[in-house]
């Protein structure tokens, strides 16, 4: 962070990680078993004491408001305290509280990688129809106690029913776009990005390799998003060591190269810093307060 010039990330705690796992084929991640009564919940606290042990080992800061985000540029290395699904929750409203409070959880993506109690994922078939009743009451209460709403892996469908619900903006915090995504695809459409966009929110662009074969096709990735659905709504989406195959984006090391690229790619110096965190700022401070 500190060589790259990175003031801020989220760190994700995996929620579904007990129950997933790399196809055979390396092609993709995938739900192999159905959990255990309370197993999710198990995890969860494992991972989140994980975390907070890697902050206080390297001696992070945690931004639990906006005025905490604001400061992390003088205050040294910072992080967000996020979660990859919702699946620790099992159905139980009152563990949302449990990890705003205990935790310093303050952004929530709904779904990864298993089709939970919350709704559909992109690369599963569909088993509900897109967000589930209990995961409109969790975006309800997210928008009530102050996480930002995630909305990554999520169908179509999941998306348009969480931007009706939400009261706050919304973040897809990685992907890319294709004008025909196709099924079982973590890319979205222009209008699935604009979902996002109508509440205020940001979707973050991801480094996949599978999709940019450079840097500089990434930044080329950023500006047709841009382009789609306006740069007051794009955001970078790292998902650091979040790939089955390295992605362009290896190290935060990198990021001089990307904010380079993005010049190149025809975005002025304002666009850049809305990219490299500035909307990301706005919405956590509509979100969180």
């Known amino acids: 962070m500190r060589a790259g010039g990175l003031d801020v990330l989220c760190l994700d705690i995996v929620a579904d990680g007990s129950a997933t796992r790399v196809s055979a084929d390396r092609r993709k991640i995938e739900p192999w078993r159905t959990p255990a009564p309370g197993e999710m919940a198990d995890w969860a606290r494992l991972s989140f004491a994980r975390a907070e042990a890697l902050i206080a080992h390297e001696g992070l800061l945690v ?3 906006a005025a905490a985000l604001r400061a992390a540029r003088r205050a040294g290395p910072t992080v967000i305290v996020s979660s990859e699904g919702a699946d620790f929750l099992e159905g139980d409203i009152d563990r949302l509280e449990q990890a705003w409070r205990e935790h310093r959880l303050r952004h929530l993506q709904l779904t990864h ?3 939970n109690e919350l709704g559909d994922i992109q690369t599963e078939a569909p088993v509900h129809g897109g967000l589930t009743d209990f ?25 348009r029913r969480a931007a009706a619900v939400s009261s706050k903006p919304l ?34 662009v991801w480094p996949s390799a599978g999709v940019f074969s450079s840097i500089q096709a990434m930044a080329e990735g950023v500006a047709r998003m841009a382009d789609a659905i306006g740069i ?7 998902d650091m060591l979040g790939f089955i195959s390295p992605p362009v984006l290896q190290s935060y090391r ?6 380079a690229a ?3 790619a025809g975005l002025s110096a304002g666009d850049v ?4 965190g500035g909307n990301y700022l706005r919405v956590f401070t509509a979100a969180v307060g």
Request: aromatic residues 2%.
């Open 273 to 276: 810093t809305k990219v490299m």
């Open 171 to 204: 973040v897809l915090s990685h992907t890319s776009l294709s004008q025909r995504a196709g099924p079982r695809s973590r890319q979205v459409t222009p209008e699935h990005a604009r979902l996002v966009a109508d509440t205020g929110g940001v979707v973050g």
């Open 63 to 65: 931004a639990s408001d």
């Open 254 to 259: 990198q990021l001089p190269e990307l904010r």
């Open 232 to 238: 007051e709504h794009v955001g970078l989406g790292s």
């Open 262 to 264: 993005l010049r190149q």
């Open 135 to 159: 995961g409109a009451e969790v975006v309800r209460r997210c928008n009530r106690l102050g996480l930002v709403v995630d909305v990554a892996h999520g169908t179509f469908e999941l998306v």
């Open 113 to 115: 990688y298993r089709p």
